[in-house]
Nanobody, 118 residues
């Protein structure tokens, strides 16, 4: 069955770094655009970063540009989010999403918690 499993979250001090991973299975990973979303307590879910199916194009929310980098390894069916210079406002549950617009298909992982605090 389809699975998206996030890992790499945790507690980090302001200014620190974390690398999130999302391992996919059960669908043709290389045919899907991948994105990272986050949802902070009491706030709506927001798009953080996205990457096209071939990895050739990336996009970022203004709030994370220059600090976060999304990448993917289609051979490993995994998407990553490198997060540097973390701020307390980056605290949220981070979830990965797989989307194939042509067939209107969307999959979600359960998320991993990132807490930025001293």
């Amino acid at each position: 069955q389809v699975q998206l499993v996030e890992s790499g979250g945790g507690l980090v001090q302001p200014g620190g770094s974390l690398r999130l991973s999302c391992a996919a299975s059960g669908f043709p990973f290389s045919a899907y655009a991948m994105s990272w979303y986050r949802q902070a307590p009491g706030k709506e879910r927001e798009l953080v970063a996205g990457v096209t199916s071939d990895g050739g194009t990336t996009d970022y929310a203004d709030s994370v540009k220059g600090r976060f980098t999304i990448s993917r390894d289609n051979a490993k069916s995994t998407v990553y989010l490198q997060m540097n210079s973390l701020k307390p406002e980056d605290t949220a549950v981070y979830s990965c999403n797989a989307e194939r617009k042509r067939i209107r298909t969307n999959y979600w992982g359960k998320g991993t918690l990132v807490t930025v605090s001293s």
